[in-house]
């Protein structure tokens, strides 16, 4: 990878970052971080992780931001830790307790998390980012006051147990986007007439991309990340090949035929380079959006 600098005239970088969060650092940070050592404003991520949390940021760089809405995250993967006996306000280790109960017994646990899977409604934790009227509901928390939460429809693949101790279980979690473990976690310790939250959190997988493939922030620092191409984004997207007479027509925002199914396509050049993401009008591909030509 080769940092961007355009007064100097360096490299134009666009394409996908796949970054293994730290714990105590904010996604926002991350970001931050990266946009300075690529020298490049425009970098966005699909998918806050919190700060305790750690694991797979995906983030878009340079013009490949503008694919963004069009990256399937789903299903995401956690490995969550969750510590029974106590509650707190905010769901997870950082906050305060808010409640006490008796350790919960195992067939309990079982019988909970069988409650706790296909699609169900979950009430958003009260330090989230969800919004109410507004104002986003941790603004509102850290202010001292109370917002009434709706509770939204999410999906819960499946629960895989990973480990057991006296008071804490180790759990694999697949779900669909927008659902909160922190409030899995407090639900799961409510239904077993006990208290639970969250002791740790790591993201292994979003979609087609996982945590494995990831750099570290460091390698991001020191300039050793590899920024991948932008066709990258797009993985399961059917991939139809240009002739040089259509990326002429494509990069103006003119249709080309296209070859292959779906109601979307990726449109590449000879090189294999993404040269537009198109939606299907009848047999012929529209630009939706245009990548810089190599």
């Not at 995401?76 to 707190?88: H, L, S």
């Not at 927008?178 to 979003?206: C, E, K, M």
Request: hydrophobic share 45%; aromatic share 4%; charged share 25%.
């Amino acid at each position: 990878m080769t940092a961007r600098h355009q007064a100097a005239g360096g490299p134009l970088i666009d394409g996908v970052l796949l970054v293994d969060k730290p714990a105590g650092v904010t996604s926002h940070d991350a970001v931050m971080t990266t946009r300075r050592a690529l020298g490049e404003r425009r970098i966005g991520h699909a998918g806050t992780l919190d700060p305790f949390a750690t694991g797979l940021l995906v983030m878009l760089v340079g013009r490949a931001t503008r694919l963004l809405p069009y990256i399937d995250g789903e299903p995401k993967v956690y490995d969550a830790t969750i510590r029974f006996g106590a509650e707190t306000n905010t769901g997870d280790l950082l906050g305060e307790i808010s409640r006490t109960a008796p350790l919960p017994a195992v067939a309990a646990i079982d019988q909970a998390i069988s409650q706790l899977t296909g699609t169900i409604e979950q009430i958003p934790p009260t330090f989230s980012a969800k919004r109410v009227g507004g104002r986003r509901a941790h603004e509102a928390a850290r202010a001292g006051e109370a917002l009434t939460l709706r509770p939204v429809m999410v999906r819960v693949d499946a629960w895989l147990m990973l480990a057991r101790r006296a008071d804490e279980i180790d759990v694999r979690i697949t779900c669909g986007g927008g659902t909160y473990i922190r409030a899995l976690a407090r639900d799961l310790g409510a239904i077993v007439n006990s208290a639970a939250h969250l002791t740790a959190l790591r993201r292994l997988r979003s979609g087609a991309f996982h945590v494995a493939d990831a750099a570290t922030l460091d390698s991001v620092r020191d300039g050793r990340a590899a920024v991948l191409q932008p066709l990258a984004a797009l993985p399961s997207l059917p991939i139809d090949l240009l002739s040089e007479e259509y990326v002429q027509r494509v990069v103006r925002g003119l249709d080309v035929p296209a070859s292959s199914d779906g109601p979307r396509g990726a449109l590449v050049n000879e090189a294999g380079t993404l040269v537009a993401l198109a939606e299907r009008c009848g047999d012929r591909w529209q630009p939706r959006v245009v990548m810089r030509r190599e």
